[in-house]
């Protein structure tokens, strides 16, 4: 955020910036979309849950079907955060500690889901595992329950949530090269020791980064849960999924009570963003998207 | 796959980690967007075609496209205010609102979804005003229009931005010294260097906007041919248990996804081939 910093001499001040009519307001314009398009959405989830008073609001919270649908999140955020972690660390030590052809074509391989439409990526899972999907009857022959189940939402979660991880971890261990692990191999460490006592001390921040964003989009996610859930009521609603139906249903405060788990959420996750951000050398934040 | 460490690298676990990348990497996304395209396949071109000219399917297209197109135009003008501001300007919650932009890359999308149309119904926040002044915002295509600007902001500014911060400000002085106005070295100088990472900005929100679905359909009303958008319909189709119509829009959609991630691959080796900045 280096700023060309304000000249003490007005007349070369003047060829660097505009005049303060203009400056006031550019600064105005942005400050006031900024506040309709983004802060004033995030205020409204907190003054509808609250809208009826913190008895109500708990009341909402503390529902069996919220209940439900909070430890379900958490469940299957759990599942494709550690699986997309392990994931994450195999695939950015192949891809950063070696060269190889087709690295950059493997890259955009793992970087697919960000392109692909939510509900689309909701729909391949249908069209694998529904009862008109290609292994749908041989799984209801064997009474094996993928989709409108705990499995089809895990594995649509791990869709979307795929390139996090080892999206933030690429860059990272790239700019670090392989010296320390040369080093520490040709001293007589295993390849495991390695990994565990040189090279993840030194990715920590990075794999902490990654696991974040992909905790809050997996919490987060909509469109592909949506499609694969089934909405069972107490069974297979996600925190999301019960906005949307209480939501539909008129129940404004239940809904926004959940809302706001969610956004508080997304709060905690950008701050400790911010943190993490710090944390890793100012040439090596990789990108959040 | 061994054969292709290039670097003799004296390191072990190559063949057994790529082995596992590539393994998952298929299991959990190639094997299920080829099934995708498998499915396409079943069907003869004519039933392509059919599904795909159908009135509320094209109309269905027309919506989810034209309007992303909107919203990323909208995006790109304020999103290059918001960084000019943002990096040029000091003024009081400067790092506050440069915090703020990363909200709806945050938000939840049906979180944001429910916030939107509470805020722009007719008897929210600013929907009420709205009214008054004989516009409606939700349930109508303006809504999906809103929810598709919030959707894509961050991406216009969080790609300009960088870019911003790196140009060398002593081609501005030299530009000013030389004897140009401030517009024109803004607009002669500073923009074009701009240009590749807006364009970027503007493609990758125009992406997020076709396919984004939690955050518009709460909003959007959804009503068949007029705001009703592709993924809606994509969900639809499915709970009417036609798969071949859900597939043959999600190919498409699909698709021009793809050519856009491409434009933007070019764009930035474009961006990276043009301005030798670093």
């Given at each position: ?6 000249s003490s001499i ?8 505009e ?5 006031g ?10 506040t ?22 708990f ?12 430890r379900?999140t ?18 950015a ?33 249908v ?8 292994w ?22 791990i ?5 996090f991880v080892?999206?933030?971890?690429i ?15 040709s ?8 990994f565990?006592r ?23 996610e ?7 859930s ?5 069974e ?14 008129y129940?404004?405060v239940?809904?926004f ?12 996750t ?20 | ?9 004296t390191?072990?676990g ?7 990348t590539?393994?998952?990497?298929s299991?959990?996304?190639?094997i299920p ?15 392509f075609w ?14 989810s496209?034209g309007l ?11 999103g290059?205010?918001i960084?000019w501001?943002?990096?040029r300007?000091r ?6 609102f ?15 979804g429910?916030?939107l ?16 002044l004989?516009?409606?915002v939700?349930?109508?295509?303006v809504?999906?229009?809103v ?5 894509g ?22 530009a ?28 990758l929100?125009f ?6 679905y ?18 809606l319909l ?26 856009i ?18």
């Open positions: 955020m280096n700023q060309s910093q304000a007005p007349a070369r001040d003047d060829l660097r910036t005049p303060r009519l203009v400056r307001i550019i600064i105005a314009i942005a400050v006031s979309f900024l309709v398009f983004v802060v004033l959405p995030l205020v409204v989830v907190f003054a509808q849950a609250f809208s009826k008073g913190i008895g109500a609001y009341a909402a919270l503390s529902d069996p079907e919220a209940l439900s649908a909070i379900l958490l469940m299957v955020a759990a599942i494709s955060v550690g699986l997309n972690l392990v994931f994450g660390l195999v695939a030590w192949a891809i950063a500690k070696f060269d190889f052809r087709g690295k950059t074509f493997l890259i955009s391989l793992i970087d697919l889901p960000f392109s692909v439409s939510p509900v689309i990526s909701g729909l391949v899972f069209l694998l595992f529904g009862a008109q999907g290609y749908g009857p041989w799984l209801q022959a064997h009474n094996i329950h993928v989709l409108f189940a705990v499995p089809g939402i895990a594995l649509a979660t869709f979307v949530t795929f390139p080892a999206r933030a971890l860059p990272l261990m790239q700019e670090q090269g392989t010296q320390e692990e040369e080093a520490a191999i001293l007589g460490a295993s390849g495991l020791q390695t565990f040189v090279t993840l001390p030194n990715i920590k921040w990075g794999v902490l980064y990654g696991v974040l964003l992909c905790n809050a989009r997996a919490m987060g909509f469109g592909a849960v949506s499609v694969v089934g909405h069972i009521r107490g297979t609603n996600t925190m999301p999924l019960l906005v949307e139906i209480l939501y539909n249903e129940q404004f239940s809904s009570a959940i809302a706001s788990l969610l956004a508080m959420l997304a709060l905690i950008l701050v400790a963003k911010t943190i993490l951000e710090r944390h890793l050398d100012e040439g090596q934040i990789p990108r959040g998207d | 796959m061994s054969g292709g460490a290039g670097r003799r690298s390191l072990p190559f063949g057994l980690t790529m082995g596992l590539l393994t998952w990497l299991v959990i996304i190639l967007l080829a099934g995708l395209f498998l499915k396409t396949l079943e069907l003869s071109l004519d039933q059919v599904i795909l000219t159908s009135r509320r399917t094209l109309n269905a297209l027309r919506i496209f992303a197109f909107a919203a990323a135009c909208v995006n790109l003008v304020m290059m205010v960084v501001a943002l990096v300007y003024f009081p919650g400067r790092r506050l440069d915090a703020i932009v990363d909200i709806p890359f945050a938000l939840p999308t049906a979180v944001a429910v916030a149309t509470s805020l722009f119904a007719q008897k929210g926040w600013l929907g009420a005003p709205l009214a008054e004989g516009i409606k939700a349930f109508t295509p809504g999906i229009f929810a598709m600007i919030f959707i902001i961050p991406f216009v500014v969080r790609t300009v931005q960088p870019v911003l911060i790196d140009l060398d400000v002593e081609i501005e002085e030299a000013a010294s030389l004897g140009a106005n401030r517009w024109h070295t803004v607009s002669k100088v500073i923009l074009p260097s701009l240009i590749p990472a807006l364009l970027t900005g503007f493609a929100a992406a997020r906007a076709v396919g984004e939690g955050s518009v359909i709460f909003i959007a009303g959804n009503l068949p041919n007029v705001s009703e958008i592709a993924p994509i969900v639809i189709r499915l709970s009417e248990f036609r798969y071949a119509d859900a597939t043959a829009i999600a190919v498409v959609m699909l698709v021009a996804s793809f050519l991630i491409f434009a933007v691959n070019r764009l930035q080796r474009w961006a990276q081939t043009r301005i030798p900045v670093h």
